[in-house]
């Protein structure tokens, strides 16, 4: 049970989201963080808070408690929050027909509704409008810029009374309920550890045990010109068959063995492709998704161009020109559970394992865990 006092180690989005509620909760936090600001895959990402990629029953519902708390931070913290929903674009009667089955299924428990090709445009002139067929509109994701955001939360903990935040500070060792680096050691109540992808340093048989590094690349544009607005997030086919929110449905099968002919190439480098656009009128464009215990550093531009090639399908962007191209890499668990809160010990909890969705899970999911500590 968490006392009156914890360590929080990594200032992600995990680690942000554990801090925050600890705050909330009345307990004392230190944050500890290896550099000077965050800079791994918390702010390498959309940005989406993505409820509609949740299955239905507790994960949906933990997006659905994320999003309020992220409507609420945005207000107390500052940061610009955009509740633009989404659209999943169909250019064939398999995506049409697996959309319009989601839909039935869920249009109880989901704001979800089939837009007929008219009224998709209507909502983005971004859509390519040629062969389209309808989309599924989905009011409740949200975008943040993870830049902004992130940056802002993490310097609004700093300042809270009941939080120290040390950064350049990276920890090496945990024993007990004491964790130690280079610059000394502390100890608390309880410890916390969301160090993301560097779970490999402190906790390299986890990483083993229970699941693997996965990287991507993504790329952003400029600044759109003439005040142009993307409106909601915009996904392509593919985008389908990666969210386990459409798993399950009958009529998956045959579009993921269309989507295997036409596009194994892709599929086979785990990408789908999503576009979204930021306050400052970027657009974000991404990825795809490859498994390993580690990876070079160097960006392939011929995966970037298999998502440039997609995404120009379904999106046109009046300056599509790329400004920016990354890599993120985080710790995807092997049993696609959503998360992995183990418990090391009486003193040390380890939270990681969020795959892709800390965004859209992480404050959900630390506010139910830790009202049971």
């Known amino acids: 049970m968490v006392k009156n006092q914890a360590i929080v180690v990594g200032a992600g989005v995990v680690g942000l989201a554990t801090a925050y509620t600890l705050i ?8 500890l963080e290896k550099n000077s600001t965050p800079t791994g895959a918390s702010i390498r990402n959309f940005g989406m808070i993505w409820p509609i990629g949740q ?25 610009h929050l955009n509740p633009n929903g989404s659209l999943h674009l169909a250019y064939h009667q398999d995506e049409k027909d697996l959309l319009v089955e989601f839909i ?16 998709a445009a209507e909502k983005s002139q971004a859509i390519n409008t040629q062969g389209l067929l309808g989309a599924m509109y989905s009011e409740e994701e949200m975008l943040i810029d993870p830049r902004e955001a992130i ?5 609004w903990l700093g300042s809270h009374p009941s939080c120290t935040l040390l950064c350049n500070t990276p920890i090496l060792s945990i024993d007990g309920n004491t964790c130690s680096g280079p610059t000394g050691k502390w100890t608390a109540d309880q410890l916390f550890i969301c160090s993301g992808a560097e779970i490999e340093l402190l906790y390299p048989n986890i990483l083993k045990e229970h699941g693997v590094l996965c990287e991507l690349q993504m790329m952003r544009t400029g600044t759109q010109p003439n005040n142009f607005k993307l409106g909601p997030s915009l996904c392509g086919g593919l985008t389908l068959l990666h969210y386990q929110a459409f798993h399950g449905l009958t009529t998956l099968k045959s579009l993921s063995n269309r989507l295997q002919e036409e596009h194994n190439d892709l599929l086979n480098l785990g990408i789908h ?9 970027e657009v974000t464009i991404g990825d795809s998704h490859q498994y390993a215990p580690s990876f070079e550093p160097f960006i392939q531009q011929s995966i970037n161009q298999k998502i440039l090639d997609y995404l120009d399908r379904f999106c046109r962007l009046p300056d599509p020109v790329i400004q920016s191209y990354w890599k993120g890499v985080y710790f995807k668990l092997n049993d696609n559970k959503p998360y992995l809160i183990h418990k090391l010990d009486e003193h040390c909890t380890l939270v990681n394992g969020f795959g892709g969705n800390g965004m859209t899970l992480a404050f959900g999911t630390m506010q139910r865990e830790l009202a049971s500590m």
């Open 273 to 281: 492709v999503m576009a979204a656009q930021n306050h400052s009128g």
């Open 104 to 119: 039935e299924d869920q249009q109880h428990n989901r704001k979800i509704k089939w837009l007929n090709p008219e009224q």
């Open 55 to 79: 299955p239905s029953g507790p994960r949906l519902e933990l997006a659905l408690a994320s999003r309020a708390i992220w409507l609420e931070m945005s207000n107390q913290v500052g940061f």
């Open 151 to 155: 940056s802002k939360l993490f310097n």
């Open 24 to 31: 909330q909760n009345g307990i004392k936090v230190t944050i």
